[in-house]
């Protein structure tokens, strides 16, 4: 029934399945037709639908945006993709003030399902093409923001995000884009994931680790590496952030005792920083310790490999922030 | 610019009943605002109030060259544009007393005028932020191969906005139906054009766009209806975007906080002396269309219609709290 | 020596003073000469200082601060107004990545000097119109970020800001301008205070009140309606969001055990968030009971009034939440 | 388009030094950018590179034709700029190779060359987002009354942008000494010209601005050089912005990544035909200005020069990280 899939295939499979079922599904951004997409997601698309449904644009994302929110109010189902979630940051207005607003502003009498698909990630990018956003979105009532670790999830909330009547902000990552995984079968009918909810991929008891896209994969290896010292994590990946999924984490709190979280944004306000502040609120007399947050280090990304390896988090981290909160369980438990 | 004149009011084939509609709706739009402005003063509006007196010409005109399937996409200053396309003064009154009966519910307030239900995608506060709207629900009328066009509103000042440049080349690049309609009354909040824009011709800021243009005396309506049909005309004809610059002026402040410290009395009041209302109406005197006594009649019913619409809004229930938390998804979904 | 001056006046005698001292500043923005400014602040400039040095500019956010910010890197010391902090989401391109990023990926050899003004607020101005961002800019590291709330606060920041090497983004609320406070005369030397540091404004013993700009002014409120029941607050206004000074906020729960904060953004990923993730981390066995966040409900601003006035926090609703802390705290403890 | 040949060189007034120097400075970059290439397949430089190959004209005719004073800002396919701007190969390759010799430190990498000695304010990743620092550039001379002129260098596709456009209205608008020198190489990375603005004609941008502007050959150093002077003089003049159209074509892909699916191997053989450094070489042979000998030499020394800055790079030891948190503010201040 199910096979494994890249997490690009999960979600070329999902592009697919969506456009052949839906003459109003279309595809816009920048040199994802005869290019075949910065990552390689959109190949062969244009050969196969053609221009009217796979537009290469210009090098204009507010306009790209903006176009795919009006084509969305006048009845047709833009799916668009901003390179990297760093080129967002032109379009942002349309994305906050526009794509967010109108079906409040309109009191329900206007829609825009407009999926803006849009990738995180590093690798001797520099400054400007090394960071993340995701906190920065969920932080705005009348978005969706998806950010899939798994090729599953990938194409299961794509497909889900093309069919719903809100703007999603949906977050691949580009270290994500050859991870392979579990996926149905398409003759398995319609993979529609919901685009909510937290889960739960790894059970344990001495800690939660919480984290979503890429950083699910570091707190999956902390937790493998930590259960060789006898210490049992469990791990949770938060797949959507707005809405958050809090009561997984709590749930899983008054169990483990212990919270860390990680990211690859900046700590100060990344997703990590609500996600302390709400469990402390929630779960408070079931803390052992305070919740530890692994997020980036605060200063811009450097070219230079070895400075980089030192910006971003990676399992040791994760291991070295997990001994913290539970060296100081022992040390207030002694 | 295309000059205006009685003499083409039978070239342009309208009845008297079409002549007379376009004056009561201009009177309509003048008295909306005026009790709008009187309201504010009262305190029962608040917030931002941009008033469309003095450019209804361009909003009636170009309204009224439209199809019902066309769609009208326009900037905060949107109120002419509501009223001129069909929505009743009493549901506008009341948005902007914020009751539940506004035509969005107390939700958008004066800039967020809008009524689907005839194609009109409402008022956008953001300067030249709705403009590539329109160029997506163009892409939305071409792709279905619907016939329809969009007219999309905005002033001078937006021209000089980057979303005004991403969404022209967009529509010229794909041939997208949609008229662009500047308003270049002069002044971007209190900001000459000639300090701002390098060129004082809007129309010249399509030809980076190899987009058809023409300039129009804004304050003449049937110039304006005219103009706007030949756009209309263009556009539907699969030609692509055209960009159509009306020469208005508004009468009040940008929005009523103004102090006017940027514009003298005396420019105000040369444009005064030539009152869209004022000339059309005489125009229309004098061809014989109406009498003086029918537009008094007119005006009258305008008022009472205005009147009313103040008292509906003032009679009206403000929104229900327990609605705090509607409109902000469309599909269901854990908010938090 | 000190004498009441307006926040707006604060600022205005800022720019007055930079200006005077140093050919070098000048001022950029739209409607901030012949119009006068759109909240007043610079009204009387053009006039005195000519069209050379208070510059009215195009409709063009984008362009108005990446102007600034290569005036700065040629030399010059812009002051720039952007009319509301909604609108700078469409120039928050130029400002986080070049802005912030300059510094750093060009080795310390360009500096961005460039001060952008902006104002928070609201009072049925609608959906687009009333939001406020200081979450995200806090969350970008090269910004140093500014939200006054007392006109002395607002001189000193601003003349500080001005002669800084770092960009700044200055944070005003258009609520605020009218507020009246006392600032030191002119002639009792510059008013150049740093652009870091939270301050304790009211001491207290029961629960700490954490908040900046407007939000301020309703903890202090909520502090003296408290006092009445006989609740000892402590009030501290963070004054700046980045840095962020969360030892001022620590020493305090250290000596009240309870933390509130209280903000006009929305809750999730507020900066509150920020504050109670490290808090909770940093005094953790200070605190007695969760730390409680109050910021504005998690929706666009609607524009009618009696629904407006339900979204923001108010001083009751900071009451409410601090009783709720405590409340908690009685409740373990008996 | 401004028409090239050999016999313009005498009225160039170019001694025999300085146009060999041209040459010079074009195989180096060739090499340079090969040698990157070459480095890059082995590992030793990761992430993004542009490679400047078959472009070298526009670059070295342009740089040539500045004043020291003058201000250099670019787009991210800046090695060229940084080498004819005077950046030794050393340091260009160190910061490939990510190392503390790098021209910045290996902070910035490729797309962030800078040598603010020189008056080159660097590269810049976000496409036209440098286009607004050069109007700021260009107003800080202007202000300090210093006569110094601001090229920017950014290619077609960059002028889809709205940051485009809102820099060039502001230089237009407060006349500012700015060259904006597009490389319009047919295609932004993939998408070629024609799919994605409106007009082919990239100068004709510069009218909805009131900007002169020419279109000149960008695969002919010499006619870089003059059309560069011309507009330079303009700006230096107090005329205002310049937009200089160069038609150029890059050789290699966009960047390493380039699948290279947009176009065919044949138009890429057609423009690899008319190199422009082997057409320099061909015409200042044929002119008699220098000898193939000479040029061997000059290639030889090139290629010494750029195997030695591999080498350098190779030797130098990365940034020390306990500098990690340097650079992040100007003025000290905690940071978090
Ligand atoms: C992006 C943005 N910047 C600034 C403003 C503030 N503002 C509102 S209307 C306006 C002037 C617009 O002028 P114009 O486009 O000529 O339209 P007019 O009001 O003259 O009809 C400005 C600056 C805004 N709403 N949005
Ligand atoms: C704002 C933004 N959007 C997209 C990109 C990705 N990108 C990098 S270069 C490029 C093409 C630029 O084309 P052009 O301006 O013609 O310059 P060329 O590379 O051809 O010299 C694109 C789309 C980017 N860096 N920045
Ligand atoms: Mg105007
Ligand atoms: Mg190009």
Redesign the pocket.
């Known amino acids: 029934m199910a096979r494994e899939l890249s997490y690009r295939d999960a979600l070329r499979e999902a592009l697919h399945e969506e456009m052949d079922r839906d003459e109003r599904v279309f595809l816009m951004g920048e040199d994802i037709g005869a290019y075949g997409g910065s990552y390689v997601v959109t190949n062969g698309f244009l050969e196969e639908y053609g221009r009217k449904r796979v537009r290469d644009t210009p090098i204009s994302e507010l306009g790209i945006v903006g176009a795919a929110v009006g084509a969305a109010m006048g009845g047709l189902r833009p799916i668009i993709e901003l390179m990297t979630i760093n080129f967002s940051l032109l379009a942002i207005d349309q994305i906050v003030n526009h794509a967010a607003k109108l079906h409040y502003m309109f009191a329900g009498t206007i829609t825009a399902p407009v999926v803006i698909r849009t990738a995180s990630g590093w690798g001797q990018l520099g400054p400007t093409h090394s960071q993340t956003f995701e906190g920065w979105y969920a932080h705005v009532p009348g978005l969706r923001v998806v950010m899939p670790a798994t090729p599953r999830d990938a194409k299961g909330f794509l497909k889900t995000a093309a069919r719903g009547n809100d703007p999603v902000v949906f977050i691949e990552h580009s270290l994500l884009y050859r991870n392979r995984g579990e996926v149905e079968e398409p003759d398995a009918g319609d993979l529609l994931l919901p685009l909510e909810g937290a889960e739960v991929r790894r059970e344990g008891t001495d800690v939660t680790l919480v984290s979503w896209s890429r950083g699910y994969y570091l707190a999956l290896g902390a937790a493998e590496e930590l259960a060789k010292e006898g210490i049992s994590a469990e791990v949770i990946d938060m797949r959507v952030l707005r809405p958050l999924d809090i009561d997984t984490v709590v749930e899983s709190v008054k169990k483990t005792n212990h919270l860390v979280t990680v990211e690859e944004s900046w700590r100060t306000l990344g997703v990590g920083s609500e996600i302390a502040a709400a469990v402390q609120e929630l779960a408070f007399d079931y803390l052992d310790a305070p919740i530890a947050r692994v997020g980036s280090r605060e200063t811009p990304v450097p070219y230079a490999k070895n400075l980089e390896r030192l910006i971003f988090p990676d399992r040791d981290k994760v291991v070295e922030a997990v001994k913290g909160v539970l060296a100081r369980n022992l040390v207030s438990v002694s | 610019m295309t000059s205006s004149g009685g003499s083409r009011i039978k070239e342009l084939a309208l009845e008297k009943d079409d002549l007379v509609d376009l004056y009561r709706q201009m009177i309509l739009i003048r008295e909306f605002e005026e009790h709008a402005a009187e309201q504010y003063a009262r305190g029962r509006i608040a917030g931002f109030l941009?008033l469309y007196i003095g450019e209804e010409a361009t909003g009636v005109g170009a309204v009224s060259a439209m199809e019902d399937r066309d769609h009208l996409i326009t900037?905060?200053?949107d109120h002419g544009y509501a009223l001129a396309r069909g929505v009743a003064p009493d549901a506008a009154m009341a948005e902007l007393f914020g009751k539940e009966t506004g035509i969005v519910h107390g939700r958008g307030g004066s800039m967020h005028f809008s009524d689907v239900s005839k194609n009109f995608w409402g008022g956008y506060?953001?300067?030249?932020?709705h403009i590539p709207l329109a160029s997506g629900l163009g892409l939305a009328s071409q792709y279905q191969d619907l016939g329809s066009v969009v007219v999309c509103i905005?002033?001078?000042?937006?021209t000089n906005?980057g979303a005004f440049h991403e969404a022209a080349n967009l529509a010229s690049v794909w041939k997208l139906p949609i008229v662009f309609l500047v308003?270049n009354?002069l002044?971007?909040?209190g900001t000459a054009v000639e300090y701002v824009s390098a060129v004082n011709d809007m129309s010249r800021k399509a030809m980076a766009y190899d987009m058809a243009s023409a300039r129009v005396d804004g304050q003449d309506v049937l110039a304006v209806r005219e103009a706007m049909q030949v756009a209309l005309e263009h556009c539907r004809s699969g030609n692509g975007p055209y960009l159509l610059e009306s020469l208005t002026y508004?009468f009040r402040g940008?929005s009523m906080a103004d102090p006017e410290s940027y514009r003298s009395k005396e420019e105000v009041e040369r444009f005064r002396k030539d009152d869209p209302i004022v000339l059309f109406r005489n125009k229309l005197i004098e061809d014989g269309v109406a009498t003086q006594e029918e537009f008094d009649q007119i005006d009258a019913d305008a008022l009472k219609e205005i009147e009313q619409a103040v008292q509906f809004a003032e009679d009206s229930p403000v929104p229900d709290p327990s609605t705090l938390d509607e409109f902000i998804y469309a599909d269901s979904g854990d908010v938090r």
């Open positions: 941009h900037h905060y200053r506060a953001i300067v030249a932020g905005f002033g001078d000042g937006a906005a308003e009354n002044y971007g909040m508004r940008h």
